[in-house]
């Protein structure tokens, strides 16, 4: 009998076996539209121009195989952090953030859930309802046992649920983490308006709820950083203690080095020092210290001028495309005069775009015409291009007639 006779089996993640399938899939046409990465025209994920001219740059530098700080490099956190906040943020000028690079986004939350359940004796985690999966993997993962969703999306109107949200949050007891996208919302695409923003905030201080902010698509939206950060902002402005978790794997095309950034606001300076004793102890148990390579390109991009300004050119380019993909996307479906309503697509933001098909939908997209899209109906709308728009929309057009809603 084998030591490891008792692990068990489970079903794989449905994006995972998703694009398994599609690997093995033989059929000439099939079209994948779940994806994690950014899809360029050429249904090519991208190298972004200004991360190889990073590298070029930094082969001339020298090298050192020295281990990072448990923080990891000083020049992207601090780099970094000053883009997310910007330069002028009263709170850094009061001393009320540390920032630290993580293991990507995936690892900023796992580090906030583990102070969260384990140092800070929080209980109870919402996510929206639908929700980024790994949200609850990592809570749970973590040592939350409690595990709750509030409202997001509404099928029938096909946008954001914003009175369910908000009355879940008022129902929240005191206390509650609260893990919510700022902007570019995974996988519904649908964001709060500024005015909804500043009621979340009212309930998030009333109810006296811990927010964790997870942001994955920066400058995705407008092609502008300040721009698509304007809620988190705007909640550190109301003074708001919070952690907000950054990946910056999508908007540098770094998917591969694992670059991300957790900052937390806290109200006074002096706890700063004992966060750090305590993520230091969970950092050094899980990883000693974070990898140099994805981090040492960002910092070179945004202290350096010029690339800084390519790079903002590469988000204007992302952002446009996949405002470009949403246009096209919901006009063929029109043309098609498919039964439903497709304005939604335009007016959600960022890669995910949550079409409202059905689960059976979905499959029969699937099976019937190899067309790979996860059962939510959640698609990256950059695997759409010129070349497979019109055999996707085709096959929704006689999906949705033949299976209604
Ligand atoms: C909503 C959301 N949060 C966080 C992440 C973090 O991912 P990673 O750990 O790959 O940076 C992603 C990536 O898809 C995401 O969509």
């Known amino acids: ?25 033989p059929f ?48 992207f956190y601090n780099a970094a952090t000053k883009l997310l906040l910007g330069g002028d943020s009263q ?20 580090l906030s859930a583990e102070l969260l359940v384990q140092k800070m004796g929080c209980k109870i985690f919402y996510v929206s309802s639908p929700a980024w999966e790994n949200h609850i993997l990592v809570f749970k993962s973590a040592g939350f046992e ?30 509650s983490v609260i893990v919510l996208q700022p902007f570019a919302h995974n996988p519904t695409g649908c964001d709060p308006t500024h005015e909804q923003w500043a009621k979340i905030t009212d309930v998030l201080l009333s109810r006296k709820l811990i927010p964790v902010l997870d942001c994955a698509y920066h400058g995705m939206i407008s092609g502008e950083i300040e721009k698509d950060l304007w809620p988190v902002r705007y909640l550190i402005s109301r003074r708001l203690e ?27 300076p002096e706890v700063i020092p004992r966060l750090k004793f305590q993520l230091n102890l969970f950092i050094r148990a899980a990883y000693s210290n974070p990898p140099l390579h994805g981090a040492r390109i960002v910092a070179h991009i945004l202290t350096t001028p010029q690339l800084f300004q390519e790079w903002k050119d590469c988000l204007k380019k992302m952002s446009f495309r ?73 096959c929704i057009n006689e999906t949705v007639a033949k299976i209604p809603y």
Not at 50 to 60: I, T, Y
Not at 95 to 101: E, N
């Open 242 to 268: 919070l952690f907000w978790c950054n990946t910056f794997t999508k908007c540098f095309g770094l998917y591969n080095e694992r670059v991300g950034l957790l900052t937390c606001i806290v109200k006074t």
């Open 146 to 175: 409690d595990f709750r969703r509030y409202r997001y999306w509404n099928a029938n109107t096909r946008r954001l649920n914003f009175e369910g949200m908000l009355e879940d949050l008022e129902n929240a007891p005191a206390g």
């Open 1 to 25: 009998m084998s030591v490891f006779e008792n692990v068990k089996e489970g079903k794989t993640v449905d994006i995972q076996s998703l694009n398994i399938a599609y690997d093995e899939d």
């Open 91 to 110: 709170a850094l000028y009061e001393k009320r953030v540390l920032s630290l690079q993580t293991l990507s986004g995936s690892c900023s939350l796992r």
């Open 28 to 75: 000439e046409n099939k079209v994948n539209l779940c994806t994690r990465s950014y899809r360029t025209e050429r249904g090519e994920s991208w190298v972004l121009p200004v991360v190889r001219q990073a590298e070029k740059a930094l082969l001339n530098e020298p090298e050192t195989v020295e281990c990072l700080s448990v923080f990891g490099l000083e020049k």
């Open 322 to 394: 996949i405002l470009e993909m949403r246009t096209n996307f919901r006009n063929a479906l029109e043309r098609y005069e498919s039964p439903g309503k497709w304005e939604h697509i335009t007016l959600q933001n960022g890669m995910s775009c949550y079409t409202g098909l059905t689960e059976q939908q979905c499959m029969n997209l699937i099976c019937q015409y190899h067309i790979y899209l996860q059962k939510s109906g959640r698609i990256n709308i950059t695997c759409l291009n010129f070349s497979n728009i019109e055999y996707v929309v085709k």
